[in-house]
Each structure stands twice: as structure tokens, then as C-alpha cells.
């Protein structure tokens, strides 16, 4: 079985390198991937799925029915959205959108998941229950999931797998992570409210922008201090806004950051760990605030059984050396956390970067992705995929 999609994968690579150089060159942001959306379904209609648009406004679902009597339906999840970065490689596919990137290989990601149908519909008579392929949108904005699953892309789901691009490790490798894959990020804004008044006294006002100074300050020193250095907690504040005259104390400053976490219960103290903080720092010094923090998405756990799954798969076609065991989980986030709420998952690492040097990381202008990579990604996912209803 191995041997055929080995076979069925290598003989599609330049069918599937046209697509990703497509895909590239014209990248949609978040929710607006209406010409991709397009192209996408049109190449799993060619290949005999039945096709359903609009799924999480512009998302797409393909699905693939085998010919055995297995009821169990896998889902096979990639998100299609492009970032609003300015690309600087020097690609002769580079991205013709000004500002718009796929910087996060995204574009790898749909190819993947066009290649791994495009496999499997060939083999539809060796695969004993149902697939569904869901080509997400807005990952990036961490709301795609959100919107597929609310038009059903998860009902009667049985399990997910799903797969993300690393540059840190070399093309024609596959890394996998058992338990916690990504963090949980949550967003955080802070208003703190003083008292405007002349910049030559300071005595007779109370100053916002020192009290949030000191309130960054306190927090960053809390977490070492008070949050178990085993669940590790990540917060920035990236944007600060607040004075109206460069001799006037200000009497509003308003931050906004993001918060990462691993552990569920680190994450549910959090909010009133913050506030507290906050309270603190500001009652000395008489001035008021408001904390409003907004749970964003989970962490992706991956489910044991999926992970083994997807490492012997991978194993199966790259050959035992070029698959890894990923020792630490990223403080990144992905929304794919938001399936594992309705069913069992698990999302891997493709390498995609190139040997012996520094390869630019994910969300930079001069990221580049190696298009060998996606005859590995497809013949992993295809084989995991396969492999999924031998699972007892």
C-alpha cells in the first residue's frame, strides 16, 4: 500500500508544484480567499469528490466515500490564508499581491491536502470508511475553525488529522509531538485611567503611562515569581496607546498584548491572576482600571493513538531516519485546537526548510518553502490516512 501512494505521489509532484506555484503567486488574507476557495474546488470536483463551497464563509469541503463497510469517518484538515506581509524572496512565483505573503506555507498546507485527495481518490477501492477533506480559511486570525465547524464541517467526524510546514528542520523529514503541540493564546487589554495635569507637577495629577510602566513591569516579574516554571506562561504587551501633549501627564494609556499557555488549568487562573497584578500597582497611586481578557484558542493536544498513527505512516514512506520526535511544544498558536473539541486529532511537522543553514523562520518576507516537501506531506497524510481504520 505504501508502495502505491509512493508510486501515485512522485508521478503527481509536478501536477502538484504548478498548483502550489498558483497558489503562491496569488495569496489571499484571511477571509477573503474567494479565488483560492474557487480553484480548490474545482481541482477535487476534476478528481470525483462531491464538493461543498461556502463552508465557514469561504471555506471548502471535499469528500471522498471508500468502498468498504466502515462507518468511521476521518477528516483531513489545511487552511488557505495568505498573511498581509510584503514578500521579498526572490521567487520567479513570487506572490503578485502587493503587501499579501504566504509566509506560513499555507500554500503548502492546500497543496498537501489537494495531493493527499487527489491519491486517495485513485485508491478509493482500498479505503474502507469516509474521508473529508476541510480547506480552511483564516487560520491566521484564529477564527476559520470557528466558522467551519459551526456549518457542520465536524458533524459525524470520528477523528482529524492535520499538518503544519517547520523551517527549522530539513525537506523530507516529518516531525512529530505526543501531547501538547502549540499553546493556548488569549488576548489582553489593559486600560489604566489617572488623572491628567500640567507635565511641571506631577504631584498633582496621576500619571497613566508610569503606572502601566510599572504595571509591565510587574507583570513580566510575577511570572517568574509566581507562575510554575514547568507550565510555562508567555505574556507581550505589543501595543501601547495613551498622552495627548508631550507636556501634559496622560490620563488614559490603553494596552493591548497576547497571553500563551500550555496547561488548561495554568490558563484558567490567568484572568484573575492579571486583574490582581493590576489592582495592586494601581491603588497605591489612585488610579483605576479595566482588564478585559478575551479567551482566544486552546492548545492542540495530539491524541496519542493519532500521533503513533501518523509517526508509523511516516516512517512507512520517508524511511525510519528522516521522521523525529519533537521534544518541545511552540508557544505559536492554532486554531486546529478548535476540532479537538468535538473529536480525537493530530497535527505533525513537515520540514520544509533547506540543509546546513539558516533558514528564515515562518512569518518573515523572505521565507521560503522547499517544494520537495510536499510529495513527503501528501505520502505521510495518504499513508496515515490509509492506516486509519486498521486501528482497532
Excluded at 508544484?17 to 496569488?26: A, C, G, P, Q, V
Excluded at 483531513?76 to 499581491?97: G, H, N, V, W, Y
Excluded at 497543496?111 to 485508491?123: F, N, P
Aim: glycine share 8%; aromatic share 6%; proline share 5%.
Amino acid at each position: 500500500m505504501s508502495t502505491r501512494i509512493k508510486q501515485l505521489a512522485e508521478t503527481l509532484s509536478p501536477r502538484l508544484i504548478e498548483i502550489r506555484r498558483h497558489l503562491h503567486s496569488y495569496p489571499e488574507l484571511s477571509g477573503q480567499e474567494y479565488q483560492t476557495s474557487a480553484y480548490v474546488a474545482g481541482i477535487l470536483s476534476s478528481y470525483g469528490l462531491h464538493v461543498r463551497e461556502g463552508v465557514g464563509k469561504t471555506g471548502v469541503i471535499g469528500e471522498l466515500k471508500g468502498e468498504g463497510d466502515d462507518a468511521r469517518q476521518l477528516a483531513i484538515r489545511t487552511d488557505m490564508d495568505a498573511l498581509p506581509i510584503q514578500e521579498m524572496t526572490q521567487l520567479e512565483f513570487a506572490s503578485r499581491k502587493q503587501g499579501v505573503m504566504h509566509a506560513c506555507g499555507h500554500d503548502i498546507h492546500t497543496t498537501i491536502g489537494l495531493g493527499t485527495a487527489m491519491v486517495l481518490s485513485a485508491m478509493q477501492d482500498e479505503i474502507p470508511g469516509k474521508l473529508r477533506f476541510l480547506f480552511q480559511p483564516a487560520e491566521e486570525i484564529a477564527q476559520g475553525a470557528g466558522w467551519m465547524v459551526a456549518d457542520g464541517a465536524m458533524d459525524e467526524v470520528d477523528a482529524i488529522l492535520s499538518v503544519h510546514v517547520l523551517p527549522s528542520i530539513p525537506a523530507g523529514s516529518v516531525a512529530v509531538r505526543y501531547g501538547a503541540l502549540t499553546a493556548a493564546a488569549d488576548n489582553l487589554e489593559i486600560t489604566i485611567m489617572g488623572e491628567a495635569g500640567h507635565g511641571a507637577r506631577p504631584h498633582e495629577a496621576v500619571d497613566a503611562i508610569w503606572i502601566a510602566a510599572q504595571v509591565i513591569t510587574t507583570l513580566q516579574q510575577a511570572i517568574s515569581r509566581t507562575q510554575n516554571p514547568l507550565r510555562p506562561v508567555v505574556l507581550t504587551i505589543g501595543q501601547m496607546k495613551g498622552g495627548r501633549a508631550p507636556n501634559v501627564i496622560a490620563d488614559q494609556v490603553q494596552m493591548q498584548g497576547t497571553v500563551r499557555s500550555l496547561h488548561p488549568e495554568t490558563r484558567a487562573q490567568l484572568p484573575q491572576w492579571i486583574e490582581e497584578i493590576v489592582a495592586s500597582v494601581c491603588r497605591p497611586y489612585g488610579a483605576r482600571y479595566h482588564v478585559d481578557y478575551q479567551a482566544g484558542v486552546p492548545s492542540v493536544h495530539n491524541t496519542a493513538s493519532l500521533t503513533q498513527l501518523i509517526e508509523t505512516a511516516a516512517q512507512g514512506v520517508c524511511g525510519s531516519e528522516n521522521v523525529r520526535i519533537l521534544t518541545e511544544p511552540s508557544l505559536g498558536a492554532e486554531d486546529f485546537s478548535l476540532y479537538l473539541e468535538h473529536a480525537p486529532g493530530a497535527m505533525f511537522r513537515l520540514g520544509v526548510g533547506k540543509v546546513d543553514q539558516v533558514n528564515p523562520p515562518l512569518h518573515h518576507p523572505q521565507f521560503e518553502a522547499q517544494e520537495s516537501a510536499i510529495v513527503t506531506g501528501v505520502m505521510t497524510m495518504a499513508n496515515a490516512a490509509l492506516n486509519y481504520w486498521q486501528q482497532a
